[in-house]
């Protein structure tokens, strides 16, 4: 059964810092994974998606990479900035050719001015 | 403009008193998604479809129903709520044929209190 697990729970860093979230899965066999942020008390909104077979995607300040063969992305934000500040997701589509979706517990990340 | 839509929005309701939580998309997207995010637990799919007349359970399905009619709306009707379904509730869509999905698209959630 797959499992996600995205550490650290929780992060707090200084404006302007660069930083690096963590999800690990442990079946290495997906079609997909993707990368949301969630405001609290808000819904989820996807950041980047990164099919199995790409290494990585860019969105803005935003960088994803995938590696499947040890079950492992990474999501990297460069120049943080207070406005950052929320939970970062990572959820798989496993590829047995269903429409499940496992999620991650995410990591809430806060950005000090 | 593109989104999910979820009615209600907040809803407080007694045990047992049957309930219905409606999802709408208007990207004519294949797949649809409920999921329930609870503290400590994250998010965890109830059902999903993955067209019209096509539904199958997630990983937390009991006590929970859905039916896909039409392809823009995928109802979640509690029969029977009970307290252990308090929960905060999100639909998604994306497009996707043959399981191969893409980006989900999430509505804005349904607090749901079961007394």
């Known amino acids: 059964k797959q499992e996600v697990t995205q550490i650290p729970a929780a992060l707090s860093v200084p404006e302007g810092e660069n930083l690096v979230l963590n999800c690990s899965f442990t079946?290495?066999?997906?079609?997909?994974l993707q990368w949301f942020r969630q405001d609290p008390g808000k819904g989820l909104t996807s950041l980047l998606l990164?099919?199995?077979?790409?290494r990585e995607q860019t969105s803005g300040r935003l960088n994803a990479s995938l590696d499947k063969s040890s079950g492992r992305s990474t999501l990297y934000i460069a120049a943080s900035q207070p406005g950052d500040s929320a939970t970062y997701l990572c959820?798989?589509?496993?590829?047995?050719?269903?429409?499940?979706?496992?999620f991650g517990q995410g990591t809430t990340l806060q950005v000090k001015p | 403009e593109a989104q999910v839509t979820q009615n209600p929005r907040y809803l407080i309701t007694v045990t047992g008193k049957k309930l219905t939580v409606t999802c709408s998309q208007n990207?004519?997207?294949?797949?649809m998604s409920w999921y329930r995010q609870d503290p400590g637990l994250g998010l965890r799919q109830i059902y999903y479809?993955?067209?019209?007349?096509?539904?199958d359970k997630g990983d937390v399905p009991e006590g929970y129903k859905v039916s896909r009619k039409e392809k823009r709306n995928f109802p979640l009707i509690l029969e029977s709520p009970s307290p252990n379904q308090t929960s905060l509730y999100f639909c998604?869509?994306?497009?996707?044929?043959?399981?191969?999905?893409?980006?989900?698209?999430f509505g804005p959630g349904t607090r749901l209190l079961v007394l």
């Open positions: 990164i099919q199995s077979s790409q």
């Open positions: 990207m004519n997207h294949e797949y």
């Open positions: 079946d290495s066999a997906i079609y997909n």
């Open positions: 959820a798989v589509h496993g590829s047995s050719n269903t429409g499940k979706l496992i």
């Open positions: 998604a869509s994306s497009m996707g044929t043959s399981g191969r999905m893409g980006t989900q698209y």
């Open positions: 479809s993955m067209n019209v007349e096509v539904t």
